[in-house]
């Protein structure tokens, strides 16, 4: 018998533990783990999950991107509907609107990217006759009219970019008949390719997708017979490949010649299938995991691949779902976000100080303001990680101030009415005592401050005018001035440590959105200097935050409220110090309400909904994992 030695040319490696990789090349490496006394083997996890719906049904509308940053666009109703021109844009979690086409249509080809995309051609309705022609380019926030694709009409795949895309099959111009016929587009014009040698070898329509670029493209299946076909092309011609296992139409293909996907779309029944295959470059094999539901039609990141794809909308025959999945594959195994009920406050508040610093198991909220009877409190309540339990009262009712710290050792500051904005005070776990006064004073102080008791850090927050750009910093015993932030901001959110911190959105008259009002910049602080960050996916304010330290690589924002997103949002982000991206949302949404803990372990409380009522709602996250799925060998 052979020894993994000599056919790998390495010894199985002898570890304590699993290890964690995200590498999916590694899948079937194997190792001894000496803990459990097991050979265990890396294998390779495949699943669609639910994200959030489209805000309106699209059927045979157009999708380009990646499958975080997903463009849809075009597309009809449930029947009889005629064709639209909405454009929706996918955030990871969150679909908003973009700026609509020009021309309303459906079954367009399409290619490139959600901020460089192009559709062109296309018809009307069901049933309808009538084409039009004409090419739009997308900006990522506006459509403007291009020249007319040529020999191609609708209903068939597209590849490639804004400057280098191609066209093929689908009905021709005149929607009489199933068309071979490759055409180029270069930015601003389209040019039919040398015929017979540029012509696929299989006529079809209802192909609905396609993938590659202009010179390494691919395409499967399609009508009129649910074709098994699958071509790719070269730059010049078109070859012939292995089929697919299940013959199918109306749905996209997705990918490279290389890496591909084609996962639903109707068999020859013609009942919608659920059915998913992935392509490696020369063969289909049949994936483990299946959509929920069969369905065609469906908007699809175009630029997706056998590791992670958006698909949303269509129909699955009787029904056109606005439900969207994500499929992804890796060897680690996703654990996603999701919110846990906690112990109920027993004071409903918003507009209230934290502890951000705190854990989990380990909150403190002060101050606040009670809608209804529209009053301030002193209360101080803290956290145990099962229920609320009081704390020493503030010496006045305040609300609005800011907060930092921990559950042992907060500090408290500003505020609006009740005490002066310049009021400082430090809680030891039982009780309030007063701090260094704050020479400058601020009044909406809310989401203003991070660090400890005796180095912290207050930034932006706005006194009666507006917001400011101020930044101090706190020694324990008195304030600084430090670097201004670049940006004025008020109510946003704010985290970290003295010499780590970021903000992120806000109300903000110096870096507004459309709206005039917010904005959603991300700014970091390392002591010194400020600097801008990536942006986060929404305009928001209002909202609470974990991470405490850690906030700068690691930051959880939830709720809130903004020109863009439902007031009182249950919209939550992560911030790995790179990029945000969507995850779970709040059971109850809701805006003026803050948190503690970790992106890992966090936690939010209190808060308003949308019938203005103050809450007494605890929520405990747990964060997006990943770890490395394990197979044990058995051994003979």
Not at 70 to 79: A, H, I, M, Q
Not at 101 to 106: E, G, I, S, V, Y
Not at 449 to 472: D, E, K, L, M, V
């Amino acid at each position: 018998m052979a020894e993994y030695e000599s056919i790998h040319g390495t010894r199985v490696r002898y570890l304590t533990s699993d290890p964690t990789l995200t590498d999916s090349s590694t899948e079937g490496q194997v190792w001894y783990n000496s803990t459990s006394g097991t050979n265990k083997t890396l294998v390779q996890i495949k699943a669609f999950s639910a994200s959030g719906n489209i805000p309106t049904r699209f059927y045979y509308g157009s999708g380009v991107g990646p499958a975080t940053t997903t463009l849809g666009f075009g597309g009809v109703g449930p029947s009889p509907q005629p064709a639209h021109n909405l454009t929706i844009e996918y955030s990871g979690y969150v679909w908003t609107g973009g700026g609509n086409l020009n021309t309303a249509r459906r079954a367009m080809y399409q290619f490139g990217t959600p901020t460089a995309a192009v559709g062109a051609g296309g018809d009307y309705a069901p049933g309808s006759p009538t084409i039009n022609l004409s090419t739009e380019e997308y900006n990522g926030s506006s459509w403007t009219a291009g020249n007319n694709i040529t020999e191609q009409g609708s209903f068939g795949a597209a590849a490639g970019t804004l400057t280098a895309g191609l066209a093929f099959g689908g009905y021709n111009t005149a929607q009489t008949a199933s068309s071979t016929r490759t055409v180029s587009y270069d930015g601003t014009n389209w040019t039919a390719l040398p015929t017979p040698g540029s012509d696929t070898n299989t006529a079809g329509n209802f192909t609905r997708g396609g993938g590659g670029t202009q010179t390494a493209a691919i395409f499967s299946g399609g009508g009129p017979s649910r074709q098994l076909a699958t071509e790719a092309y070269d730059g010049s011609s078109w070859t012939s490949l292995a089929n697919m296992n299940l013959g199918r139409s109306g749905q996209g293909l997705l990918g490279t010649q290389t890496n591909a996907l084609y996962a639903g779309g109707i068999q020859p029944s013609p009942s919608r299938t659920a059915v998913t295959e992935e392509w490696d470059g020369s063969a289909w094999a049949t994936s483990s995991a299946s959509l929920a539901a069969g369905r065609n039609g469906s908007i699809i990141s175009q630029a997706g691949s056998t590791a992670a794809a958006t698909i949303a909308g269509g129909s699955t025959g009787p029904a056109y779902p606005e439900t969207t999945e994500e499929y992804s594959s890796s060897i680690n195994a996703l654990t996603g976000a999701a919110y846990a009920s906690g112990g109920n406050l027993s004071n409903a508040r918003a507009q209230f100080g934290s502890a951000k610093q705190g854990t989990q198991n380990a909150g403190l909220a002060f101050g606040g303001y009670v809608f209804g009877p529209n009053a301030n409190i002193t209360a101080t309540e803290e956290y145990g990680g099962a229920s609320w339990t009081s704390g020493g009262a503030l010496p006045g009712g305040q609300r609005q101030m800011g907060g930092a710290g921990t559950q042992t050792a907060a500090l408290g500051y500003g505020g609006l009415t009740g005490m002066p904005n310049t009021t400082v005070l430090e809680y030891d776990g039982s009780s309030w005592t007063a701090g260094g006064a704050n020479p400058a004073g601020v009044t909406y102080a809310v989401n203003s401050g991070a660090g400890t008791q005796t180095a912290a850090i207050r930034a932006g927050s706005g006194n009666p005018g507006g917001a400011t750009t101020t930044t101090q910093e706190y020694d324990g015993s008195s304030w600084t001035s430090a670097n201004a932030m670049s940006v004025a901001r008020t109510n946003g959110y704010f985290d970290g440590a003295q010499t780590a911190a970021i903000a992120n959105a806000a109300e903000s008259p110096s870096a507004p959105d459309a709206s005039g009002s917010i904005t959603k910049l991300t700014e970091q602080y390392d002591g010194t200097n400020w600097s801008s960050g990536t942006s986060g996916l929404f305009y928001l304010s209002s909202g609470g935050v974990s991470g405490g330290a850690a906030a700068q690589t690691a930051w959880m924002i939830a709720g809130g409220d903004g020109p863009n997103v439902t007031n009182n949002t249950g919209i939550t982000q992560e911030y790995d110090g790179t990029a945000f991206a969507s995850t779970a949302v709040l059971a109850t949404p809701r805006r003026q309400l803050n948190g503690g803990g970790t992106q890992a372990a966090g936690l939010v409380f209190g808060g308003t909904e949308a019938s203005s009522s103050s809450l007494t709602a605890t929520e405990e996250y747990t964060g997006t994992t990943s770890t490395a799925t394990a197979s044990t060998l058995t051994t003979s």
